[in-house]
């Protein structure tokens, strides 16, 4: 083509630029067919040369009759020059010869042939004035398949640059000899500054894996198919980004390779830095370890941007740093950092946690805020360091990301987006850490004295009874405050409150270091004395008893306070924790007897207690036989719109002799003696025999509760005899609802596990009572195939005015709706502690607000008036007309 294009130039020189003066001078030449033709006139070699030329010349007196027309002009128009030498040059249909003002003309016509064909013809047009009469000349040459192909590479070129994807097309050296735009867009190089260059010098770069690239062009070039790779690029501005190739050959029909051609596409933020997101995600779902996470994370972070060496500290509260992860830094390092306090000069870490901004140190050697912190990065050959506070959702920071180089420089834009991507759920994966550890805090501890709490102190003393070395002892005190129930109902909850925290200060003070003191709950308070004989632990009582004489100051008021206190000792009385606690209970009970504010040891007498025991069970045991037992159910109230949710079945025992005996008695009991199986299975039947027989009758109670005691989640046959007895009621399995405590899992036993997955397979729910009372991890309850959470009641008295509480209460809707489950509060007593609960979110409240624990009729008479209760309210916000409303409450 360009061998042509310089013919046609020497053309044009020839006979276009200085055409009047030479065409004047060649000497006439022979004759033509044509007469008085100019061209009779012109010589041999002339016409012999516009004969041959490829390009079709016309020549056009000022007549505007055609004087000269050459082959390559007949196959051009598809007329012969007989035809049309001599005539008008209207018969070419030549628009730039129709009219006679055109002397000079270059473009590119559609040219329509008297066959009615239609090529494309570049047409160049000039002049020249022969003995004073202008002439025109038109070179004219087909370009129609010269046209199509342009249309068809232009057409390629749109395509290829309406696509997102980078295309670059090279030579079998890799020199680029095409992008398109996209590449434009993502490298900065425009076309012009692409082509020529090799492709792996312009977008590779330090990080680059050019092996991967060159061994897939090697085997392009050794006839293997296509080939695809991940690689890091760079931009023009050095700027990374990571983007699949997918690289393939253009082969000639031999099967050479003419072209390599990639397509690449960005998978910086689709790919890597969704990854990042995903280890996070993925890693917390699994309940992996804060650190082990953050190990994951640093390591992923290098693995992508491989100029950083990454960390992670965590900011705890008092403002001190704890390296979390940080697997590239040297131990040595990681140590000296930890405890190190946050502040405005401390390295990038400290200072960024201090100010809660970013912090760069370009250069560590000279940054001031670097300099007594310098030595051991430097060390090891860091020599940079970037660091972002990660903050918690209240704003505290409470960790910092920091990204160290191995030369001066700043982070890259690829940088601040990994850490853009990185710290939202960095924040997250930290927060919950906190969480799940405050709630382990508030799972062992009394929320109002922050004592141990009852789960935290059966672990202590079983430690301490463990660690008692033979010949010694362990004493075990309980505390009951004297008369506190005047105090909570004269002066309120707040004086009790108070009057329970200073307690707490002064039994603290009448204890050694190695003793414990914890709260059992209430006005319950335990001393565990380790190496203290009775003696021993008598003295500590005699000591208590006096520190209480002295008044106490609640608000503005003087008090006296006491207490009553049972001691029992191991191994002397007792062997096991059980019967220890009973037996300072006991002892504790005696002193209460004895007039109040003194203390008991254990003694063989107080063992009557034991025979009273044995005749309960008798009793109990006869009352099972006997069908003594019942069921009173209460309402569990939806807190959207009031609806029923479901109900609760309670044991009630009424004994003859013994009058009302509560459950809470005779449950515990039932289950050290082995009736608890059987109490569990017929509390079951009676529930669901009760249902079928409400449903016949009509009223629509969506499902009952029944409460199980762990160990009837051993039997393995549970779930059998579940499904067994709702078939015998014709009952659903959502009609039924199990309550377990958190005991039931805890044990880690097979069966039980086994169980709940069967009992779940039924159909039929499982529901966590007295959910916050245990020590359950919130990992277990993810795995467990449980439906709903039960608030536990302890913690509705104080949820108005304790914070802790409230917290707990808030944890335990989060973590349900989180997981899925149903939230029931319990123990609801008035309308500001509902309100509050539907607030937070919760589902369902159950409490003596709406209804205390009903035998059957009663429950019945007062679900009916709840029903119209709820219609009259739901009149009143319909706005339904007065006589209407008489009318349904009439009917009500
Ligand atoms: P629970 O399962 O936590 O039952 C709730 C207890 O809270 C019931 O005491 C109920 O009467 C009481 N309660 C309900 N609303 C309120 C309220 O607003 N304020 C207060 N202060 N208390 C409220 P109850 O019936 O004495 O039962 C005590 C415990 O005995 C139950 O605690 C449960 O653990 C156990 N229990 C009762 N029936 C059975 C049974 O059939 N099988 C088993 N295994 N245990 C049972
Ligand atoms: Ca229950
Ligand atoms: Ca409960």
Redesign the pocket.
Known sequence: MSRLGGARRDRKKRLGHHRSASLDRFPPGPTMSASDCLVTETPQLLLAALERADDGVVIVDDAQRIIHFNTAAERIWKLSRTEVLGRDAAVLTLKCLQADAVTDFRDEISLMRRDGSRIKVAITLSSATIDGAVHRIVFARDVTAEAERRARIALLHAVSDQTNRVVIITDTEQNIVYVNSAFTSLFGYTSEEAEGRRAGELIAGRHTDRKTVAKLVKRLMHGDRRGEAEVLAYDKDGEEIWVCARIDALRDKKGRVKHIFALLEDITETKQLRSLQQLIMSALADEVPIAEIADRLCRRVEEIAPDVVCSLLHVDAAGLIHPLGGPSLPEDYCRALDGVAIGPNVGSCGTAAYYGEPVLAEDLDTDPRWQPYKAMPLGIGLRACWSTPVKAKDGRVIATFAFYYREPRAPSNWHRRIVDACVNLGAFAIERKEARAEIARLAYHDILTGLPNRAQLRHLISAAIDACPTGSHVALAFLDVDHFKDVNDTLGHAAGDELLIQLAQRLREQIGPEDILGRLGGDEFVVLLPHRDAEGAERVATGITEALAAPLRLGSRQMQMSASIGISLYPDHATDIDTLMQQADAAMYMAKQAGRSTHRLFSAEMNGLTEQRLALIAALRRAIAEGELT??Y?PQIRSCDGAIHGL????RWHDAELGDV???KF?PLAEECGL?EQ??LW?VREACRQMASWRRAGLSIPCVS????PINFRNVTLAARLADILAEYGLPPDALML?I?EGAFMQDSVAALETMNAIRELGVGLSV??FGTGYSSLSRLAHLPIREL?I??SF?RDIETDAGALAIATAVVRVGQGLGMTVVA????TEAQRKLLADLGCDVV????YA??LPPVAFERWLIEHCAEQARAMLGRLDVAPADRDVVKRSA
């Open positions: 069921l009173s209460q609760e079945a309670l044991a509560s459950p809470a449950i608890i109490i569990g509390s029944v409460n199980l005691s309550e405590t009572d007295d039960k536990d009641r509705m319990e123990g609801v007593e159950q409490g003596f607000l205390p624990a």
